[in-house]
């Protein structure tokens, strides 16, 4: 009573004090001060939609220093201050209505108000009205991030509000956007709710799904007899179909419908402590390795009160049957949640069809690894009909001159544009030292120049090993390189892959044009289709096996370098592409450029698409794709592309 | 009456003797049983290696007669590893934990023990339950059979599939390659029921045999392996000496011939092929035993590469070469990469032979591969101033592009 | 005469070239045929054909009392069913000895589970032995084939075949690289196999053709040209030109 007193006589002084106009603030804060004062969540809001709505310039500031808990109400006078410390346990009280500052006060002739964090958040809510109307772009953006991050309803009107004034049209776009999908989930009217749906039902964004999502969240429900209609009810749950026995009567007992079941972990422990004399409910204990001995062993406990009884089966059921189990939306308007999962399937279709786009990008991508990991093998096996095992340790051999290259040239565009012809160089040179030493000494005997390249494999392998230690040596690609094109929120393909298919296709072209247009091509394939009949012809078979074999390798070495720039260098760089480049060949058939494109075409495309539909485990893709493969040499033994008739031979 | 094939009486006696005399010496220096000069873990080697030398005679057999370029056989070997350990493993882990359950003050049920094993057992990939592929772990003699079955079937599936396509040569080698990394990419998967990459752990404890000390266990094992080397030798020689082995050695020489003949060639190198599998198989649920732990990588396509080296170094075609090819690169491999053979310094650099023996076993396999065909196995020969005739000395007919199809298919 | 094999209307091409045109063969049970032809008349082919090797394109292959179609049948169920074949070039196991040669080619259950417990019985030995005999092999048999000379190994291949006891011979030039006694011994046995089952011969030797005394077939471009007695194709114009115009 005596508070009441004091509290009307405040407000009588302060009416007298103060005159409305001069202080217009100071005047609704006196005139909510109770509200402000009880600082109670539930009743607050009153007070602060006074402030907002004041109209004033200054209700932004009042707004933020009583959130920041610097609203301070000086005991005497009963007026509130903006509170800044001074020194000690003095603050600078500012008045809010002129800014200025109107004195000094200790902290004991003070009030402080501190709102809990409830009410900070309303307090935040409509702060955000200010924010976004802030004349500092980078503030409101701030406040928009803030809006997108943790949407409500109460900020939506302060939203619109903001529309209007808004001057960048990149921000009044990203605001539109936010509007729309605060419409969709908390605008009053329903009408209104799902035209912004089907607005955005086209939409790819994520933050559009994010939205939608949570309009479809259900809860369970259980019902003695049928549901009530006024539920908005998707889905009634049926005990042993839709939803299991177990878990459906689990939900009965957590809504305290039913005594709780007694697991087969409660039984054994319930028994184990019951143990009198060597039997439990007059069963001996060593017969309880039964577990319907034990069920009986405690019914007969619960007969004798010492334990809860259980329910058994017939009861169970009769519970289930007893009850209806529904899923419950908890938005409760049926047109809402119809128009949402309308548009939610729109989008599915639209996402469907981008990441159906995606994959293809990056079944392309694979290809062109895969493409460029096999062209020099489809040249040694394709063309000579020499199978070279050591063919990934060529691929490896190039990622590790580009990594040397780099060591020595800093500058990570020069190295790459250096590195490419340095590795070519270099795997040549391999290989036609190895075509010299080994493989002329075997030719028409392919298992064993398979053997024999096995081992050059292994050494080379080991040698890396020894050189380069087995840790993984990093290839950096230059930065114009990194990075990836995003076309939209599904569909983005990184640079680097685009530079692999660029150099893929290029080496087509290469090959293209030494087949067709050049000697060596024209040697080469003479011998390939007659090998004595070109030697009779005056051409040096020696010659053009070794510059067949070099061109080969040097292929594989340029791989190296492409491959290494997104994989890590290690000397088994070259064994993990191996048996895919050898599935490359024989898919597509031997002796054809344009079959060893169609094998990784295949194979990229297959492992793309296979890891789609279990996107977590690429182990089981390629197990996948290998059956299939062996599947595939079923029905075309000579591969995709096949010569046919006699050249074929048998 | 002169006898129709010409057995290897002579080196089959003589392999059986000195196969003989060998596990009575090591079973005369062993821990377990003798005075104790050879230790316990290389009784195990030495019974690991008898193991390999009969896989690479199943290798000698479809590379070797047939001229299979097999890359899987280790794969089968390693199948065999597989089913033997889910016995092995299961019936452990059960003995532990029906060990440990005893304590309990109410006997366990059936599907408590079951439970607690398979939460012993899958707890590492995250599951506790039995996958439908343990159906009949806890059976010894289920689990035997399949040690023959599952390599034997798989085999056969592929085999049928690949023969029919008549796919040959190189083609079928790189296919078996394929199957090979198929085989161990899905066993690396954790979902597979078969514990992903960890493997199968904790075989060499024998279930019921808790009290018996490894170094008679090891002694046991190893007498398993040499009687599994005589017998599969036996049988091997068996199958090569009558018609069977010159019908192997017509299709490696000359397919298409021996399909003229009426020879249903496809059959042929199926029953070979499965037969073979299954004689990896066993010789694989032998070792892994000895070897304690199998995982995924045991099966990986290097594995099979290394089978094919051992039997080309041992000398392939003639069954002794594989086993010597086996016994001989296993052991100096185990000597050089176990850091047992001297460093040779050369003042400016110190060859370590962990880092450098894999460099000299592959050169080494080039110059066999180019100088000495035959392996070390071609050695006897020149004991016996035995000279075969150059199969390859034939004139290479009209056009030579023709003879590397035909040598392709060989 | 009862057929034997009926070959009619076959065509084959390979990447557009006709190797047969829409042949048609007939041999009896117990008959004699020389097929000559200039290169690429389609002889091999021809042979490749009737034993599985090669897949028409279209027309019938059929075969024996049955009228079974050899088309589809593999190349060892063909061989089977009695078709034996010599190559141009003698191919003999050269790993293997004459007598383990003869024994894989002498008639018997060719299933890989018969072969495996197979174990060569008194009566196959002395059948070997005869056959060794017959080819002028007897002091070889222990000899790995790859040893012998050219002219013993095309014995071998020959007794390989009689070995084989088949219905129906088809012979690629078997008189090439013999001396003129081994040629004359070469065309009694091809004469006394022609006497109890049909035998095909391929040569080149018109020589060597008129000595085996039989029925002429002429091939060209794929098709029969001309058929009958080896005087009678001689005479024809169209056989002359083909022959002469080469």
């Given at each position: 009573?005596?508070?009441?007193?004091?509290?009307?006589?405040a407000?009588?002084?302060?009416?007298t004090?103060?005159?409305?106009?001069?202080?217009?603030?100071?005047?609704?804060?006196?005139?909510?001060?109770?509200?402000?004062?009880d600082n109670?969540?539930?009743?607050?809001?009153?007070a602060?939609?006074a402030?907002?709505?004041?109209?004033?310039?200054?209700?932004?500031?009042?707004?933020?220093?009583?959130?920041?808990?610097?609203?301070?109400?000086?005991?005497?006078?009963?007026?509130?201050?903006?509170?800044?410390?001074?020194?000690?346990?003095?603050?600078?009280?500012?008045?809010?209505?002129?800014?200025?500052?109107?004195?000094?006060?200790?902290?004991?002739?003070l009030?402080?108000?501190?709102?809990?964090?409830?009410?900070?958040?309303?307090i935040?809510?409509?702060?955000?009205?200010?924010?976004?109307?802030?004349?500092?772009?980078?503030?409101?953006?701030?406040?928009?991030?803030?809006v997108?991050?943790?949407?409500?309803?109460?900020v939506?009107?302060?939203?619109?509000?903001?529309?209007?004034?808004?001057?960048?049209?990149?921000?009044?776009?990203m605001?539109?956007r936010?509007?729309?999908?605060?419409?969709?989930?908390?605008?009053a009217?329903?009408?209104?709710?799902?035209?912004?749906?089907?607005?955005?039902?086209?939409?790819?964004?994520?933050?559009v799904?994010?939205?939608?999502?949570?309009?479809?969240s259900?809860?369970?429900?259980?019902?003695?007899?049928?549901?009530?209609?006024?539920?908005?009810?998707?889905?009634?749950?049926?005990?042993?179909?839709?939803?299991?026995v177990?878990?459906?009567?689990d939900?009965?007992?957590?809504a305290?419908?039913?005594?709780?079941r007694?697991?087969?972990?409660?039984?054994?422990?319930?028994?184990?402590?019951?143990?009198?004399?060597?039997?439990?409910?007059g069963?001996?204990?060593?017969?309880?390795?039964?577990p319907?001995?034990?069920?009986?062993?405690?019914?007969?406990?619960?007969?004798?009160?010492?334990?809860?009884?259980?329910?058994?089966?017939?009861?169970?059921?009769q519970?289930?049957?007893?009850?209806?189990?529904?899923?419950?939306?908890?938005?409760?308007?049926?047109?809402?949640?119809?128009?949402?999962?309308?548009?939610?399937?729109t989008i599915?279709?639209?996402?469907?069809?981008?990441?159906?786009?995606?994959?293809?990008?990056d079944?392309?991508?694979?290809?062109?690894?895969?493409?460029?990991?096999?062209?020099g093998?489809?040249?040694?096996?394709?063309?000579?009909?020499?199978?070279?095992?050591a063919?990934?340790?060529?691929i490896?051999?190039?990622?590790?001159?580009?990594?040397?290259?780099?060591?020595?040239?800093p500058?990570?565009?020069?190295?790459?544009?250096?590195?490419?012809?340095?590795?070519?160089?270099?795997t040549?040179?391999?290989?036609?030292?190895?075509?010299?030493?080994?493989?002329?000494w075997?030719?028409?005997?392919p298992?064993?120049t398979?053997?024999?390249?096995f081992?050059v494999?292994?050494?080379?392998?080991?040698?890396?090993k020894?050189?380069?230690?087995?840790?993984?040596?990093?290839?950096?690609?230059?930065?114009?390189l990194?990075?990836?094109?995003?076309?939209?929120?599904?569909?983005a393909?990184?640079?680097?892959?685009?530079?692999?298919?660029?150099?893929?296709?290029?080496?087509?072209?290469?090959?293209?044009?030494i087949?067709?247009r050049?000697?060596?091509?024209?040697?080469?394939?003479?011998?390939?289709?007659?090998?004595?009949?070109a030697?009779?012809?005056?051409?040096?078979?020696?010659?053009?096996?070794?510059?067949?074999?070099?061109?080969?390798?040097?292929?594989?070495?340029?791989?190296?370098?492409?491959?290494?720039?997104?994989?890590?260098?290690?000397?088994?760089?070259?064994s993990?592409?191996?048996?895919?480049?050898?599935?490359?060949?024989?898919?597509g058939?031997v002796?054809?450029?344009?079959?060893?494109?169609?094998?990784?075409?295949?194979?990229g495309?297959?492992?793309?698409?296979?890891?789609?539909?279990?996107?977590?485990?690429?182990?089981?893709?390629?197990?996948?794709?290998?059956v299939?493969?062996?599947m595939?040499?079923?029905?075309?033994?000579r591969?995709?592309?096949?010569?046919k008739?006699?050249?074929?031979?048998? | 009456?002169?006898?129709?094939?010409?057995?290897?009486?002579r080196?089959?006696?003589?392999?059986?003797?000195?196969?003989?005399?060998?596990?009575?010496?090591?079973?005369?220096?062993?821990?377990?049983?003798?005075?104790?000069?050879?230790?316990?873990?290389?009784?195990?080697?030495?019974?690991k290696?008898?193991?390999l030398?009969?896989?690479?005679?199943?290798?000698?057999?479809?590379?070797?007669?047939?001229?299979?370029?097999?890359?899987?056989?280790f794969?089968?070997?390693?199948?065999?590893?597989?089913?033997?350990?889910?016995?092995?493993?299961?019936?452990r882990?059960?003995?532990?934990?029906?060990?440990?359950?005893?304590?309990?003050?109410?006997?366990?049920?059936?599907?408590e023990?079951?439970?607690?094993?398979?939460?012993?057992?899958?707890g590492?990939v995250?599951?506790a339950?039995?996958?439908l592929?343990?159906?009949?772990?806890?059976?010894?003699?289920?689990?035997?059979?399949?040690?023959?079955?599952?390599?034997g079937?798989?085999?056969?599936v592929f085999g049928?599939l690949?023969?029919?396509?008549?796919?040959?040569?190189?083609?079928?080698?790189?296919l078996?390659?394929?199957m090979?990394?198929?085989?161990?990419?899905?066993?690396?998967?954790?979902?597979n029921?078969?514990?992903?990459?960890?493997?199968?752990?904790g075989?060499?404890?024998?279930?019921?045999?808790t009290?018996?000390?490894?170094a008679?266990?090891?002694?046991?094992?190893?007498?398993?392996?040499?009687?599994?080397?005589?017998?599969?030798?036996?049988?091997?020689?068996?199958?090569?000496?009558?018609?069977?082995?010159?019908?192997?050695?017509?299709?490696?020489?000359?397919?298409?011939?021996?399909?003229?003949?009426?020879?249903?060639?496809e059959?042929?190198?199926?029953?070979?092929?499965?037969?073979?599998?299954?004689?990896?198989?066993?010789?694989?649920?032998?070792?892994?035993?000895?070897?304690?732990?199998i995982?995924?990588?045991?099966?990986?396509?290097?594995?099979?590469?290394?089978?094919?080296?051992?039997?080309?170094?041992?000398?392939?075609?003639?069954?002794?070469?594989?086993?010597?090819?086996?016994?001989?690169?296993?052991?100096?491999?185990?000597?050089?990469?176990?850091?047992?053979a001297?460093?040779?310094?050369?003042?400016?650099?110190?060859i370590?032979?962990?880092?450098?023996?894999?460099?000299?076993?592959?050169?080494?396999?080039?110059?066999v591969?180019l100088?000495a065909?035959?392996?070390?196995?071609?050695?006897?020969?020149?004991?016996?101033?035995?000279?075969?005739?150059?199969?390859?000395?034939?004139?290479?007919?009209?056009?030579?592009?023709?003879?590397?199809?035909?040598e392709?298919?060989? | 005469?009862?057929?034997?094999?009926?070959?009619?209307?076959?065509?084959?091409?390979?990447d557009?070239?006709?190797?047969?045109?829409?042949?048609?063969?007939?041999i009896?049970a117990?008959?004699?045929?020389a097929i000559?032809?200039?290169?690429?008349?389609?002889?091999?082919?021809?042979?490749?054909?009737?034993?599985?090797?090669?897949?028409?394109?279209?027309?019938?292959?059929i075969?024996?009392?049955?009228?079974?179609?050899?088309?589809g049948?593999?190349?060892?169920?063909?061989?089977?069913?009695?078709?034996?074949?010599?190559?141009?070039?003698?191919?003999?196991?050269?790993?293997?000895?004459?007598?383990?040669?003869?024994?894989?080619?002498?008639?018997?259950?060719?299933?890989?589970?018969s072969?495996?417990?197979?174990?060569?019985?008194?009566?196959?030995?002395?059948?070997?032995?005869?056959?060794?005999?017959?080819?002028?092999?007897?002091?070889?048999?222990?000899?790995?084939?790859?040893?012998?000379?050219?002219?013993?190994?095309?014995?071998?291949?020959?007794?390989?075949?009689?070995?084989?006891?088949?219905?129906l011979?088809?012979?690629d030039?078997?008189?090439?690289?013999?001396?003129?006694?081994?040629?004359?011994?070469?065309?009694?046995?091809?004469?006394?196999?022609?006497?109890?089952?049909?035998?095909v011969?391929?040569?080149?030797d018109?020589?060597?053709?008129?000595?085996?005394?039989?029925?002429?077939?002429?091939?060209?471009?794929?098709?029969?040209?001309?058929?009958?007695?080896?005087?009678?194709?001689?005479?024809?114009?169209?056989?002359?030109?083909?022959?002469l115009?080469?």
């Open positions: 009573m005596k508070n009441l007193l004091l509290a009307v006589l407000v009588a002084m302060s009416c004090l103060l005159h409305a106009q001069e202080a217009p603030m100071q005047t609704i804060l006196q005139e909510q001060s109770a509200l402000i004062l109670s969540r539930r009743t607050v809001a009153p602060i939609a402030v907002s709505d004041s109209g004033l310039p200054q209700a932004q500031d009042v707004l933020q220093a009583w959130q920041a808990k610097n609203l301070w109400q000086r005991s005497a006078d009963r007026l509130f201050f903006r509170g800044e410390k001074v020194e000690g346990k003095t603050y600078a009280l500012y008045d809010f209505d002129s800014g200025e500052v109107v004195g000094e006060a200790p902290s004991s002739e009030k402080q108000i501190k709102p809990n964090s409830g009410i900070r958040a309303l935040g809510s409509a702060l955000v009205r200010f924010q976004l109307q802030d004349p500092d772009p980078k503030r409101r953006l701030a406040a928009l991030t803030s997108q991050r943790n949407p409500s309803a109460e939506l009107p302060s939203l619109r509000e903001s529309l209007a004034e808004e001057s960048d049209p990149e921000i009044l776009a605001k539109q936010a509007e729309r999908l605060l419409t969709m989930a908390y605008d009217d329903e009408d209104q709710r799902i035209a912004a749906m089907s607005e955005m039902s086209g939409d790819l964004g994520v933050d799904r994010a939205t939608l999502n949570p309009m479809l259900t809860r369970r429900a259980v019902f003695e007899g049928p549901p009530p209609d006024t539920l908005n009810i998707p889905e009634t749950l049926v005990p042993g179909e839709t939803i299991g177990t878990e459906a009567y939900t009965l007992v957590a305290n419908l039913v005594p709780a007694v697991t087969a972990d409660e039984v054994r422990n319930a028994l184990a402590e019951h143990i009198v004399g060597g039997t439990v409910g069963v001996p204990v060593h017969r309880l390795d039964d319907d001995i034990r069920l009986q062993a405690y019914a007969a406990l619960a007969q004798e009160g010492k334990v809860p009884p259980a329910p058994d089966t017939a009861q169970i059921a519970a289930l049957a007893a009850h209806s189990f529904v899923k419950v939306y908890l938005e409760p308007s049926a047109r809402v949640t119809d128009a949402a999962s309308e548009a939610l399937d599915a279709l639209t996402v469907g069809a981008n990441q159906t786009f995606d994959l293809i990008l079944g392309l991508s694979l290809t062109s690894i895969y493409f460029l990991a096999a062209i093998l489809a040249i040694t096996f394709g063309v000579m009909g020499v199978i070279n095992m063919h990934g340790e060529f490896m051999m190039g990622a590790y001159t580009g990594y040397v290259v780099q060591q020595i040239v500058n990570h565009t020069a190295s790459i544009l250096l590195a490419i012809p340095l590795a070519f160089a270099v040549f040179a391999a290989g036609v030292l190895m075509e010299r030493l080994v493989i002329r075997l030719y028409n005997r298992l064993e398979l053997l024999a390249t081992g494999s292994i050494a080379l392998q080991q040698l890396a020894n050189i380069f230690g087995t840790q993984a040596r990093p290839l950096t690609s230059p930065s114009w990194d990075g990836a094109w995003v076309i939209n929120d599904v569909v393909i990184s640079y680097i892959r685009i530079a692999i298919f660029v150099l893929a296709v290029f080496f087509l072209c290469v090959y293209l044009f087949m067709r050049t000697r060596l091509g024209l040697e080469t394939r003479a011998v390939t289709q007659n090998p004595s009949m030697a009779s012809m005056g051409i040096n078979l020696n010659k053009v096996n070794m510059m067949t074999f070099g061109l080969g390798s040097g292929i594989a070495g340029v791989a190296g370098v492409a491959i290494g720039l997104f994989a890590k260098v290690t000397s088994e760089l070259g993990d592409y191996i048996v895919q480049s050898f599935m490359t060949v024989v898919v058939g002796g054809n450029i344009w079959g060893t494109l169609a094998g990784a075409a295949m194979i495309f297959l492992q793309k698409g296979i890891e789609w539909f279990n996107p977590s485990n690429t182990l089981a893709a390629q197990t996948f794709m290998i299939f493969i062996i595939f040499i079923q029905f075309r033994p591969g995709i592309i096949a010569l008739g006699r050249a074929a031979g048998d | 009456m002169q006898r129709a094939y010409q057995g290897r009486n080196s089959t006696a003589i392999f059986l003797l000195l196969l003989a005399v060998f596990t009575l010496v090591v079973t005369l220096l062993s821990e377990g049983v003798g005075i104790g000069m050879v230790s316990t873990s290389f009784v195990k080697t030495l019974g290696t008898l193991c030398a009969l896989v690479a005679i199943s290798m000698d057999l479809v590379w070797g007669y047939a001229g299979i370029l097999s890359l899987g056989h794969a089968f070997f390693g199948l065999g590893g597989y089913m033997i350990g889910m016995w092995l493993m299961y019936e882990t059960r003995e532990i934990v029906v060990t440990s359950l005893a304590d309990a003050p109410i006997p366990p049920t059936a599907q023990v079951s439970d607690a094993v398979a939460n012993q057992i899958f590492v995250g599951t339950e039995f996958p592929i343990w159906t009949f772990a806890d059976s010894l003699f289920a689990q035997l059979l399949l040690v023959v079955l599952v390599p079937i798989l085999a056969g049928w690949a023969f029919r396509s008549r796919v040959a040569g190189v083609y079928l080698s790189i078996t390659q394929a090979t990394l198929a085989l161990s990419l899905y066993l690396f998967q954790n979902d029921g078969l514990r992903g990459n960890n493997g199968l752990s075989l060499q404890n024998i279930p019921g045999l009290e018996v000390p490894q008679l266990v090891s002694v046991w094992f190893f007498w398993g392996a040499a009687f599994a080397l005589a017998a599969g030798y036996l049988l091997s020689v068996w199958v090569v000496s009558g018609k069977f082995g010159s019908v192997l050695r017509g299709i490696r020489d000359d397919e298409a011939r021996v399909r003229f003949l009426g020879y249903p060639v059959a042929y190198k199926l029953v070979l092929f499965a037969g073979t599998a299954c004689l990896a198989g066993i010789a694989g649920a032998l070792y892994y035993p000895q070897a304690g732990i995982n995924p990588a045991e099966l990986a396509p290097i594995a099979s590469i290394y089978l094919a080296v051992w039997v080309a170094i041992g000398g392939r075609g003639r069954l002794y070469g594989a086993v010597i090819g086996a016994g001989f690169v296993s052991l100096v491999s185990s000597w050089f990469t176990g850091g047992q001297p460093d040779v310094p050369l003042g400016f650099y110190t370590k032979w962990v880092d450098w023996w894999l460099v000299v076993l592959g050169l080494s396999f080039v110059l591969t100088f065909p035959k392996g070390i196995g071609g050695l006897f020969d020149l004991l016996e101033r035995r000279i075969a005739p150059d199969r390859h000395g034939a004139d290479l007919g009209p056009d030579q592009g023709a003879l590397r199809e035909k392709a298919s060989e | 005469m009862t057929t034997l094999l009926e070959v009619s209307g076959v065509s084959v091409s390979f557009g070239f006709r190797a047969i045109n829409n042949l048609s063969f007939q009896g117990a008959e004699m045929r000559i032809g200039p290169n690429g008349a389609g002889k091999t082919t021809f042979m490749d054909i009737v034993t599985g090797k090669t897949k028409p394109d279209e027309g019938r292959v075969w024996g009392e049955r009228s079974l179609s050899l088309l049948l593999s190349e060892a169920r063909i061989a089977r069913e009695g078709v034996g074949r010599k190559f141009q070039k003698p191919t003999v196991f050269e790993d293997q000895s004459v007598q383990e040669n003869l024994l894989m080619a002498l008639k018997d259950r060719r299933g890989p589970f072969v495996l417990f197979y174990r060569p019985q008194r009566a196959h030995l002395a059948r070997v032995a005869e056959l060794a005999n017959e080819i002028g092999l007897s002091d070889q048999l222990r000899r790995k084939s790859g040893e012998l000379s050219h002219g013993q190994k095309q014995w071998l291949e020959i007794g390989m075949l009689l070995a084989q006891e088949p219905r011979l088809l012979v030039e078997p008189a090439a690289g013999m001396t003129p006694a081994e040629r004359e011994h070469t065309t009694s046995i091809l004469v006394e196999a022609a006497k109890t089952r049909a035998v011969v391929v040569e080149h018109m020589e060597f053709v008129r000595r085996l005394g039989c029925k002429v077939t002429v091939l060209h471009e794929g098709s029969v040209l001309a058929e009958g007695s080896l005087d009678h194709v001689t005479a024809n114009k169209e056989v002359i030109d083909v022959y115009g080469r």
